[in-house]
């Protein structure tokens, strides 16, 4: 866990205790990662791995104090130490380890089972290791988050279901609409939902009959080139109304703007009301052919799978046990090298003195002989000495301890 007198921490900050305010001030653009990571460098961190999501910055590295991360961290973006000590956590050695398995596998996450921050992990990772900031240690562990990650995904349930209303309502489309590609869709406003809805209806749909419209035409026309979308003019609303089959309001105003005398249709009509305050009238469930969805019914939709999620994370959490457990074998066997090789260094000056005085002794002395059958013998002793330090992990520092006065050894620092 530590080297040089040198210890792993995770240092952060996440939507636990920071508002949306104070993350920003520690969020950190792909040019002040950089920076980090250079000063890193030149600062002596020999390892360091770099996280930062609207949700949460963290660092992960080797430090003597977590102040030599904090201070980089604060040097690179807008946020004090003052500020970053009132929300902050700094997690050292297992912890550390603990708490990069709990991020990467989504169980931190504000959403329960977001993945999407085992990507940055994994790159943030890469980028580090271009500039020879990932150590040995780190990459196992990293690789390891990873694997239970993956396996968490594939195994349990924990990111099944739709949990924004975004893409709860786009899934609420695709499951009530036959042929969806040839739908004429409108999304009346472009507030943030229905912008997002709107990209998830282009992404899953492949329908190319998106008509825009919001009251600023101009504020349309961004949105659409984006997307490729039709644009029309706030006075066509009603036109547009009745050509469409599936409507999507997402505006900002405070009263409705779509109500009942506005449809002449006969045909089916879905309205999705996605504003807070409401802007579809009421009234309008008075037609035959109309079904109108609101948000609240929607974010009900995202709730229920949230609670639903819940269920799998005794699955996650075992997953992670197993795979950090295979990571903290791997460190106990790290902890073993120097006395192991100390031990070889020990008998193979036992042998070099013997086969010295051999020599002189022997006038027909056959050296390749000599040489081969005693490395031999010195690999095999020093394999039963690793095979005891493996196999009995609880007692191995005593056993090292045991070894090194049996031996006389002074061995190097442990890893």
């Known amino acids: 866990m530590h080297n040089k007198s040198k210890f792993f921490y995770a240092i952060g900050l996440s939507y636990k205790k920071a508002d949306a305010v104070v993350r920003g001030h520690f969020s950190l653009s792909d040019t002040a990662k950089q920076e980090v990571l250079s000063q890193a460098k030149e600062n002596g961190i020999e390892s360091l791995v770099l996280i930062s ?3 949460r910055t963290e660092m992960y590295g080797f430090a003597e104090h977590p102040y030599q991360l904090i201070q980089l961290l604060c040097e690179n973006t807008k946020g004090t130490v003052e500020e970053f000590q009132e929300v902050a956590y700094v997690y050292k050695s297992k912890e550390a380890i603990n708490h990069m398995f709990r991020v990467g596998s989504g169980l931190d996450s504000q959403i329960l089972g977001d993945f999407e921050i085992i990507y940055q992990l994994r ?4 980028a580090s290791k271009k500039l020879g900031l990932l150590n040995s240690f780190t990459e196992r562990l990293v690789n390891h988050v990873i694997q239970a990650s993956k396996r968490i995904k594939n195994e349990t349930q924990l990111s099944s279901g739709a949990t924004s209303v975004s893409f709860a309502s786009v899934q609420y489309i695709m499951n009530s609409a036959e042929n969806i590609s040839e739908k004429n869709i409108l999304l009346f406003g472009t507030g943030k939902i229905g912008r997002n809805t709107c990209e998830n209806l282009v992404k899953h749909t492949k329908n190319s009959h998106i008509t825009l419209i919001n009251r600023t035409k101009t504020k349309a026309e961004e949105v659409a080139g984006k997307f490729n979308l039709i644009v029309k003019d706030y006075e066509n609303l009603q ?10 309001v997402a505006t900002g105003a405070q009263n409705p703007t779509v109500y009942k005398e506005l449809i002449t249709t006969d045909k089916p009509l879905l309205i999705l009301d996605l504003s807070i305050p409401k802007n579809v009238n009421e009234d309008v469930r008075e037609l035959p052919n109309v079904t109108l969805v609101h948000m609240d019914d929607l974010a009900k939709i995202t709730d229920d799978t949230l609670e639903n999620r819940k269920a ?6 075992k ?3 197993e795979i950090s457990a295979e990571f ?6 790290l902890k073993f090298v120097p006395t192991i090789q100390a031990i070889k260094h020990k008998l193979t000056d ?5 086969l010295n005085n051999q020599r002189k002794k022997l006038p027909d002395f056959n050296e390749d002989q000599a040489e081969l059958i005693s490395n031999n013998i010195i690999q095999k002793i020093t394999n039963q000495f690793a095979h005891h330090l493996r196999e009995d992990i609880d007692s191995s520092d005593e056993s090292i301890e045991l070894f090194k006065k049996i031996f006389q050894l002074e061995t190097t620092q442990n890893v």
Not at 350 to 354: A, I, R, T
């Open 239 to 248: 036109e547009e109304i009745n050509a469409s089959d599936i409507i999507v």
């Open 123 to 126: 790159s943030s990772a890469r």
């Open 312 to 317: 799998f994370i005794p699955d996650a959490e």
């Open 319 to 321: 997953i992670i046990s």
């Open 328 to 333: 903290s074998a791997w460190l106990q066997t």
């Open 350 to 354: 036992l042998k070099n003195s013997e």
């Open 53 to 55: 999501t609207c949700n």
